[in-house]
Nanobody
Framework: VQLQASGGGLVQAGGSLRLSCAASGLTFNSYTVGWFRQAPGKEREFVAA????????YYANSVKDRFTISRDNAENTVYLQMNSLKPEDTAVYYC??????????????????WGQGTQVTVSS
């Protein structure tokens, strides 16, 4: 199983980025996919998740109404569209995957597969 996150970069506050998470080695449409982020000196925190079936989505309060998670099962890819970015969104963003139904979409312990991370830096 391999998850490849991409799309990070440097952007000014108020700008947008779209992250991609490309998956291989798994039956993608059977997996819930989550995005987490980790800023320097902080714990890795939940950002958003999309359920394997039905496409229900879940967001951290800090990104709700600014970020949108979506998936393209034909392309084995999940996207995170990030708008109205703020300096506090600066972090390494990781995508993760968990098979089927999981106990908590918000807990990193629910996810068994992780990508390598992509850096997002928002300047003020």
């Amino acid at each position: 199983v391999q998850l490849q996150a991409s799309g990070g970069g440097l952007v000014q506050a108020g700008g947008s980025l779209r992250l991609s998470c490309a998956a291989s080695g798994l039956t993608f449409n059977s997996y819930t996919v989550g995005w987490f982020r980790q800023a320097p000196g902080k714990e890795r925190e939940f950002v958003a998740a999309i359920k394997w079936r039905g496409g229900s989505t879940y967001y951290a309060n800090s990104v709700k109404d600014r970020f949108t998670i979506s998936r393209d099962n034909a392309e084995n890819t999940v996207y995170l569209q990030m708008n109205s970015l703020k300096p506090e969104d600066t972090a390494v963003y990781y995508c993760s995957a968990a098979y089927g139904n999981i106990g908590s979409y918000y807990s990193r312990l629910s996810y068994s597969h992780w990508g390598q991370g992509t850096q997002v830096t928002v300047s003020s």
